[in-house]
């Protein structure tokens, strides 16, 4: 097999999980890519995800890193994957039109990975980091 399959797989793969969750269905969260083990998953930004200074909810946001931080270690470990630890650092208040957060394994092992996540504030085309994400992703074990 080769890694432009196996990278293939594991996007099929992804995109399965991803569209299975419920929480991500109900919050309307797409999986934009897997690419090269670069995660981005977006979000459009509506009144229902506010809080009451109109800013996007800080729980919206640490579900936005949890989930890239996870998928990010996913494919890193080359298979299901849930998240043990992540620590979500906010920057700014979120507003615009969607936020985007992107994540990446920074270390892997054999059962773990450490991932690094940016939450992105988008609006037209002014991009701004509003947090950022640390998170410690394991291999999923059915038992």
């Known amino acids: 097999m080769t890694s432009d399959t196996s990278e293939q797989n594991l996007a099929r793969l992804a995109r ?4 299975a969750q419920p929480f991500t269905r109900l919050l309307g969260a ?5 690419a090269g083990g670069h995660v981005e998953v977006r979000l459009r930004n509506r009144p229902e995800l506010q809080q ?6 800080g729980g919206v946001i640490s579900y936005l890193a949890d989930n890239a931080v996870t998928f990010a270690g996913g494919v890193a470990l080359g298979g299901d994957a ?5 620590t979500v650092d906010f920057a700014r ?6 936020l985007i957060a992107r994540a990446h394994a920074v270390s892997v092992t054999r059962s773990q990975a450490v991932c690094h ?3 992105h ?3 037209g085309e002014k991009e701004r980091v ?3 994400a640390q998170g410690t992703v394991v291999t999923a074990r059915t038992s």
């Open 30 to 34: 797409e999986l934009i890519s897997t």
């Open 52 to 57: 009451q200074h109109g800013f996007v909810h």
């Open 93 to 98: 208040p979120a507003k615009g039109e969607y």
């Open 16 to 19: 399965a999980v991803f569209d």
């Open 130 to 132: 509003v947090a950022v």
């Open 121 to 123: 504030s988008i609006d």
């Open 82 to 86: 849930v998240t043990s630890q992540c």
């Open 117 to 119: 996540c940016t939450v």
